[in-house]
């Protein structure tokens, strides 16, 4: 699976408990997550080790770390880089994910359509017109399937499982996609509607202070590690606790910084440079910034990235290591096979990291500066010591 659980709710629950019902009771579940930030551009709502611990109390096996870089791309690279994860453990048989159709053949023949030169060709004729990417993406799979069939491009569940089949063919994957089919409210519906919620809604209404109905809403694991973080004064973690530090940072970087932001060499950077310059909120800057072409998400993604420090050149070509969060006893069986079989190190502390390479260490310290700079968001500053990736290691249970 991969998860970012932010938090994680009864839908995901609902996702768990389907798998296992289709592969059988006994099927070991490692989990890809999201570390401290996540892939809308913004801070988790609690850190990684309480999410990670909550998620293998609530019935995950194993939990893996995405991540930054990939954490905080667009879905195709936040897909892409889960799906090497899975592939580089060595034991992985089934990708199971949420999906509004839960129709592989349906989202397997998307995702090729998408990996087309053809797909390619009608993709730059709709981006010279000057239109957003998502409308240019739906216009020229639209173009190739039919409306029908590309429609399903527009749920976004659809529209990250047909990124993460899409990586699973770029790499020939042996890994078979599962899709549960998902029920309850849409996936950024801020208001709770059905049985199962958004996390979307659940955030909503603890930024509304109605935190008791929305621990009611997560899983009990979930709830427990919240009221825990909570007492420690390490939550809620909203980004607007650290709104100044962010514009104080983009008001430091020069034109040149932005620049290298901008790999596709879109005049995105020099936008943000200059709404920069005189934003006194960060939604000031994202509305002067803002176009039809690129959308909000995009945009916080490039602000997190000039906050932590982040460029595209900081980024590898693969991922160097496996970094373990959490893990159960049916997972520290799987740890101890996943030392045999898999592609990369794995990482089961921070000592560990004297033994990598150079750009896994350099990836690792990457991590370490945006811990740092995740904590100072916490509630309580008494508790946010630098340094708490030195000091973590994976929750045991």
Sequence with gaps: MIIEYNPMHTGHLHLLRQTRAALGADTAVIGVMSGNFVQRGDFALLGRQARARAAVESGLDLVLELP??????????????????????????????????????????????????????????????????????????????????????????????????????????????????????????????GEHPSASAIRALLRAGESARALDLMTPAMARAYREEEAAGRAPIFSEVCERAVLARLRSMEETDFAALDSGREGLGNRLYRASRSAATLLELLEAAKTKRYA????????????????????????????????????????????????????????????????????????VRAADLYTLAYPDLAAAKGGSAWREGPVIL
Excluded at 128 to 138: I, M, S, Y
């Design 68 to 193: 930054l870089p990939w954490a905080i791309s667009s879905a195709e690279g936040f897909a892409d880089g889960a799906v090497e994860i899975l592939e580089s453990t060595g034991l992985v048989t089934y990708l199971a994910f949420g999906s509004e159709c839960a129709d592989i053949p349906a989202l397997m023949e998307t995702a090729a359509c998408l990996r087309s030169e053809c797909y390619r060709g009608h993709l730059r004729r709709f981006l010279d017109q000057g239109l957003p990417f998502a409308v240019c993406r739906q216009m020229a799979a639209e173009t190739i399937l039919g409306a029908q069939r590309a429609a399903l491009l527009k749920s976004p569940n659809n529209n990250l499982g047909v990124e993460y089949c899409k990586a699973l063919l770029a790499r020939r994957s042996g890994i078979r996609p599962l899709a549960v089919l998902r029920t309850g409210d849409a996936h950024d519906c801020e208001t709770p509607q």
């Design 296 to 367: 909000y998400a995009r945009l916080r993604r490039l602000v997190l990235w000039a906050y932590l420090g982040l460029t595209p050149s900081d980024v590898p070509e693969r991922v160097p290591y496996l970094r373990v969060l959490a893990a159960n006893a049916a997972g520290r069986g799987l740890l101890a096979r996943m030392r045999r079989t898999a592609a990369v190190p794995v990482l089961t502390k921070p000592a560990d990291v004297r033994c990598l390479s150079g750009h896994a260490q350099a990836l690792f310290h990457l991590e």
